[in-house]
Nanobody, 124 residues
């Protein structure tokens, strides 16, 4: 069973950048597809980006395409979310999630393992 810990959140001005990290332990992380989701106050948890076993298997929400980039370093058991050109509407708690399958998924219920989340706040 894999454990996930997110880091890298914080307060940033609109137009700024952040890099989130999701560090995994307790499993063969290279065999887990991993996703980033976010949840703003009073809203549902939404898909942001996901990556499969291979770096070429990625998926993005339309709202973040061209601004956010997901990547993974299997040697470090870590998945990253590079966030550029941030907007106030990107403000949310960002969660990392993993599933022991090849392909990434956009539905939260298909991920059995979750981190505790990291807060991202974008000021206008």
């Amino acid at each position: 069973q894999v454990q996930l810990v997110e880091s890298g959140g914080g307060l940033v001005q609109a137009g700024g950048s952040l890099r989130l990290s999701c560090a995994a332990s307790g499993g063969t992380f290279s065999r887990y597809a991993t996703g980033w989701f976010r949840q703003a106050p009073g809203k549902e948890r939404d898909f942001v980006a996901a990556i499969g076993w291979g770096a070429d298997l990625t998926a993005y929400a339309d709202s973040v395409k061209g601004r956010l980039t997901i990547s993974r370093d299997n040697a470090e058991n870590t998945v990253y979310l590079e966030m550029n050109s941030l907007k106030p509407e990107d403000t949310a708690v960002y969660y990392c999630a993993a599933r022991p399958y090849l392909n990434p998924e956009v539905v939260p219920a298909r991920y059995p393992y979750w981190g505790q989340g990291t807060q991202v706040t974008v000021s206008s």
